[in-house]
């Protein structure tokens, strides 16, 4: 089966300016995930949707940060404006619903914000 | 908040040795652990997972151990080769689907020939 598409791969903008990035998960996944990964440390769960609804979005900024999953395939991720600290790999998953269940990654889209 | 603790963030073994890694979590209602690989410019990937009603699991080399009593679960790999090297990531998470999934820090282990 084919896996998480991400993209761009890699994204180089100026602090306050605005990035978007997107996600088409895995084929019949209703779950769909938000993580960034600053270098050098572990993946923060940002965001997570059940189909086109959000289960948890406490650790998302949302002052600056926006997501959105319409039709509950595709995801768009949004950071508005950057900041420097926002410099990280940004990496989309998705699973199949259900307790316990194996979480597919995408390769990410690393952003530097300089 | 809760949190997931990983040891040790580097690992160097000789090929044919095994490799230990640790994890301790603070969250007493997470009741799935799963154990992720990371290579070079790619995602994680799953490598083997453990449920909480389970105290250990193992599939070929690779065997992970579960102690929900003190909170503590660890992968072992054993008869490691250079392909082994990565960056290894444990994580807890609660509830269905994933709920409230905390990633450690990483081991980055090498593996050398």
């Known amino acids: 089966e084919a896996g998480v598409a991400q993209s761009p791969r890699y994204k180089i903008i100026e602090k306050r300016q605005s990035v978007a990035f997107w996600c088409n998960p895995i084929?019949?996944?209703?779950?769909l995930y938000w993580y960034q990964q600053i270098l050098g440390q572990g993946p923060k769960l940002l965001i997570q949707f059940q189909n086109n609804g959000v289960v948890d979005d406490s650790q998302l900024p949302k002052d600056r940060f926006s997501a959105e999953r319409l039709k509950g395939v595709d995801s768009t991720l949004k950071i508005q404006p950057a900041k420097l600290e926002d410099s990280a790999v940004y990496l989309c998953?998705?699973?199949?619903?259900?307790?316990?269940?194996?979480?597919?990654f995408g390769q990410g889209t690393r952003l530097t914000v300089v | 908040g809760e949190n997931v603790e990983q040891h040790p963030s580097t690992l160097s073994v000789q090929e044919g040795d095994s490799a230990v890694i640790k994890c301790t979590y603070s969250d007493s209602a997470s009741n799935y652990f799963p154990w992720y690989k990371q290579e070079l410019g790619k995602g994680p990937q799953l490598i083997i997972d453990i449920r909480s009603n389970v105290g250990e699991k193992k599939d070929q080399r690779i065997a992970v151990t579960l102690n929900k009593t003190a909170k503590h679960f660890s992968l072992h790999i054993t008869e490691t080769q250079p392909e082994d090297s990565a960056v290894y990531f444990c994580a807890a998470s609660q509830g269905t689907g994933g709920f409230k999934t905390i990633f450690g820090a990483g081991t980055r282990l090498f593996v050398k020939a």
């Open positions: 998953a998705s699973s199949r619903p259900g307790a316990g269940t194996e979480a597919f």
């Open positions: 084929s019949g996944h209703a779950t």
